[in-house]
């Protein structure tokens, strides 16, 4: 059985696509919408149709031991707590896989279960609409990877993109997964504050010319902690995935941009917030992504 923890977006869209596959899946979700998606089924709207889909809901966190793969698919700011709390019934031959933002998602929840946990980083414009709708705006593949041990482990992280490759879902197992987080994180960094701040899509970022500067500076400042922690990256490459983000995804707001609507606790921890606390340890300014991260925080603070 493959468990889905975290009805959210992410989750919903993955577990959603692996269900339709025929694969037994088990969604976990909070008692309210638990009970919403067992009754009314699972909505992935398409630009096209939209795919309904009858799946199976729990809110019993003890049946994580059922599981043969879990996929992680809450909020950063939520992976330690929800690691203690489901650690006493995860069994040691479940393959744990964490779908989440950020850099630090898999060195905490390894901490907690003792052991190591494979990564996947999500290329896809979701976003939940209802609390059984999740629209589709492109992309979706993933890439798979095990930070510091991937080339040893490749026979678990293969079992894992066969699970998504009977879906469809478009998978590869990266080289270096390490360097990838980074790439994906600094990309989070230059799009997901000052969408949720703006309550505006990717393309009106890029097109307005102060706040494309804005994201320049994020991305300099970024580029500046990796190499301080001796982090190579295509710098080029990445200014480059900056610039198609907007191309593909013109219309899409951020996930931030979606929790402060929402009046959610945000990820902005995970992201500027982190590159922030690099700063102050290795003493480099991050003046951009300091000030992100105040203003994304008093937002919350309004909720």
Partial sequence: MIAILGAGAVGCYYGGLLAASGQEVLFFAKSKRAKILQTEGLNIRWSTHTQHLKIQVTDDIQRIREANALLICVKANQST??????????S?????????????????????????????MIYAALAMTSDNTVSYQGGGHLV???????AAHQDALQALADMFHKANIPVKISANITQ???????????????????????????QQAHLSE??????????ALAKAEKITLDEAAIS????????QWPLQKSSMAQDVMAKR???????????????VLLNLPT????????????????Y
């Fill in 240 to 247: 480059h995935q900056i610039q198609q983000v907007a191309i």
């Fill in 265 to 279: 606790p945000t990820e902005i921890a995970e992201l500027n917030g982190l590159a922030q606390a690099k700063g």
């Fill in 144 to 150: 798979l990877g095990r930070p510091g041990d991937t």
């Fill in 81 to 90: 707590a929800i690691a203690n709390q489901i650690k006493p019934f995860l």
């Fill in 92 to 120: 040691t031959n479940t393959m744990v896989l964490s779908m989440q933002n950020g850099l630090q998602n898999a060195q905490r929840l390894s901490e907690v279960f003792g052991r190591p946990v494979d990564v996947a």
């Fill in 180 to 206: 990838d987080l980074w790439s994906k994180w600094i990309i989070n960094c230059a799009f997901n504050a000052l969408s949720a701040l703006g309550q505006i899509a990717y393309q009106d970022l890029m």
């Fill in 214 to 223: 804005i994201i320049n500076s994020i991305v300099n400042e970024c580029f």
């Fill in 287 to 302: 003046p951009i992504n300091t000030v992100l991260t105040s203003l994304i925080k008093m937002q919350e603070r309004l």
